[in-house]
């Protein structure tokens, strides 16, 4: 009778688990699939801009890794979820929320040949209003060609 017990509450407290685990965290407040503010892709690397309440920071994710067969034998793909696991329960306001960096081969031992994709949402940019210190906004600042002049090149 006590097994049956025990593994009928084991067996609940997983399902809820799962349940959690699968949801989406729809602020800094709450756990889950992160939505993305923005997202800045590398080749070895991605930047997330993330919601926060002033306290977030890398430790406050996890990214679930699938490794999945990929170009050829030697060049597996990976599909990377972010995760928050941890909620920002600061109370400050923090416009345009906080940068995260992460390292493929430092944070997630993946490196080699490989290609890579991010399964999360990523708010439409109607959704907030772009700052100097959004991603977009420094890519369009330092690495668009808004010059319409042209360069000799010697």
């Known amino acids: 009778m006590k097994k049956t017990v025990c593994l009928s509450f084991i067996c609940v407290v997983l399902f809820i688990s799962l349940a959690a685990y699968a949801e989406i965290s729809h ?12 997202l800045l892709m ?6 997330a801009s993330v919601g926060s309440n002033g306290c977030t920071d890398k430790g406050y994710f996890k990214i679930d890794v699938k490794k999945e067969a990929g ?3 030697i060049a597996p793909h990976y599909v990377l979820t972010v995760i928050r696991i941890k909620a920002d329960e600061c109370k400050a ?3 345009g929320g906080t940068l995260i960096l992460f390292d493929l081969e430092k944070d997630l031992e993946i490196k080699g040949n490989f290609t890579y994709s991010i399964t999360n949402r990523v708010f439409s940019s109607s ?3 772009p700052e100097d210190n959004f991603l977009w906004s420094i890519v369009e600042k330092y ?11 010697k």
Do not use: C, D, M
Request: proline content about 3%; charged content about 25%; overall charge neutral.
């Open 27 to 38: 602020s800094a407040r709450q756990t889950g699939e992160e939505v993305l503010i923005e």
């Open 143 to 153: 690495f668009t060609a808004g010059s319409s002049e042209k360069k000799e090149i």
């Open 93 to 95: 306001i923090v416009a």
């Open 127 to 129: 959704r907030v209003p």
């Open 71 to 73: 170009l050829s034998a």
């Open 42 to 47: 590398g080749s070895n690397r991605f930047i």
